[in-house]
T-cell receptor, first 116, second 114 residues
């Protein structure tokens, strides 16, 4: 049981390049999300998904696309990278098993992205 | 929507002293309040949590208290050790939100000096 797996761990892009950050979970969680963490700052929600085929925007969605074709995978696409997107990106998954269930978020190890 | 404020943003203590981090939330419907610890270069991980029907919860050297009336909750770490140095995030679950999201505070960088 690997939990939440993110690839790559590090990436350097030039301005204008596109790329996809991969996220996969093997816990059969319905909910998945992407956060970015800038230096000295908290976690800001980019996009999230409540199940296969369903995605929605978070707090800072501009410049990013997501899709959820399977329960396991939730890739994040940078359409045209900008220096402002230099950050650490975390994917997380969770399950809700009833109103009284705990909402525990399981995070991946993160992808450190630099855009030059 | 829910808004979570966290203070202080940085906290430096001497080894063996206690550390307290405070959070306030805005949505009275929130019913679950977890705390995550993020060591340098690592992922955030849950360390303790509390439900809205409980006022205090303790796990060895860490404890969390909740005041529903005032809408604030706090993390208490006693007998701090260098390995407690990390960024701590509080969060609130607004309950009936379709995305199963937590709303996170801005984080507190705790430094424990040997």
């Amino acid at each position: 049981n690997a939990g939440v797996t993110q690839t790559p761990k590090f990436q350097v892009l030039k301005t204008g390049q596109s790329m996809t950050l991969q996220c996969a979970q093997d816990m059969n969680h319905e909910y998945m999300s992407w956060y970015r963490q800038d230096p000295g700052m908290g976690l800001r929600l980019i996009h999230y998904s409540v199940g296969a085929g369903i995605t929605d925007q978070g707090e800072v969605p501009n410049g990013y696309n997501v899709s959820r074709s399977t329960t396991e995978d939730f890739p994040l696409r940078l359409l045209s990278a900008a220096p402002s997107q230099t950050s650490v990106y975390f994917c997380a998954s969770s399950r809700r098993q009833g109103v009284q269930a705990k909402n525990i978020q399981y995070f991946g190890a993160g992808t450190r992205l630099s855009v030059l | 929507g829910e808004n979570v404020e966290q203070h202080p943003s940085t906290l430096s203590v001497q080894e063996g002293d206690s550390a307290v981090i405070k959070c306030t939330y805005s949505d009275s419907a929130s019913n679950y309040f977890p705390w995550y610890k993020q060591e340098l270069g690592k992922r955030p991980q849950l360390i303790i949590d509390i439900r809205s029907n409980v006022g205090e919860k303790k796990d060895q050297r860490i404890a969390v208290t909740l005041n529903k009336t005032a809408k604030h909750f706090s993390l208490h770490i006693t007998e701090t050790q260098p390995e407690d140095s990390a960024v701590y995030f509080c969060a609130a679950d607004p309950g009936n939100n379709a995305g199963n999201m937590l709303t996170f505070g801005g984080g507190t960088r705790l430094m424990v000096k040997p």
